[in-house]
């Protein structure tokens, strides 16, 4: 398994450094309110996938990732619920990596094999963070699909960051002080949101974001009431083809080749 070097990223963007350091990391996504989702069994990733450590310098901390399809372009990536990790992503990335994608999945500081104590506050910190570091590895086009909490942060960095399309799943319009609602209006990137008639605060999360939403967007809610990564999941959903194809059908109509 190939293994790339560590690199030091931090606040403001463009703030890296070498650190000479090889990591080997071992890898073991999240809800607003009531819903807090179980955690899945993932299926282990293939030895085509790069593990890489994203240093964030402000905080003296490592978050661990690994990435899956590295060769291929655009790059997607991929942020996690609570109270799970990255592993929930991977079977999903395995998908993105066959469809020509790279997909770069990512534990928040203080889940699965990152650093540090697990912080609301920061999780905006952490994915600009990992946006800075495979900015200087040389991605251009970069993605975002989040799941819940996730999907939270990445419609805020989203806001002030330029990437070429978010895709959110279960999305709380406001998360532990990460702000959706007053986010969304200045995300210009193309939008698709994602969430199930019964899962109730995320549907009506989706409904308030729909309603300040910049174009453009577009939006599917499902009756069932799974949420998050769970809908990627034929064992949880119903509809877990229909959703994996619908984000995979938004990343290609919006990627340059």
Not at 18 to 38: D, E, H, N, R
Not at 113 to 137: C, H, P, T
């Amino acid at each position: 398994m190939a293994i790339i070097p560590l690199l030091m990223t931090s606040r403001p963007p463009g703030l890296l450094a070498s650190l000479g350091v090889l990591a080997l990391l071992l890898f073991a996504s999240g809800c607003a309110g009531k819903a807090i989702a179980p955690r899945a069994t993932p299926a282990p990733p293939s030895d085509e996938t790069l593990r890489v450590g994203i240093v964030v310098l402000d905080d003296e901390i490592v978050l661990s990732g690994r990435l899956f399809g590295p060769e291929n372009q655009p790059l997607v990536i991929l942020t996690h619920m609570r109270p799970n990790d990255q592993t929930a992503w991977f079977s999903y990335a395995e998908e993105l990596a066959d469809n020509g994608f790279a997909a770069l999945t990512f534990d928040f500081r203080g889940y699965g094999e990152s650093e540090g104590r697990q912080d609301f506050g920061k999780l905006d910190d952490d994915l600009r963070a990992v946006i800075n570091y495979m900015r200087d590895q040389g991605r251009g086009q970069i993605f975002l699909i989040g799941a819940s909490m996730g999907g939270t942060t990445s419609l805020v960095v989203a806001a002030q960051e330029a990437v070429e399309g978010v895709a959110v799943i279960s999305p709380p319009a406001q998360f532990e002080g990460q702000d959706a609602l007053g986010a969304v209006p200045n995300v210009t990137a193309p939008k698709l949101f994602i969430a199930s008639e019964d899962d109730t605060a995320a549907r009506l999360s989706l409904d308030e974001m729909l309603e300040v939403a910049a174009p453009p967007v577009d939006s599917q809610v499902y009756t069932e009431n799974a949420h998050g990564t769970d809908f990627f999941d034929p064992l949880r959903s119903q509809h877990a083809d229909d959703v994996r194809q619908r984000v995979l059908d938004f990343l290609e109509q919006y990627a340059e080749r």
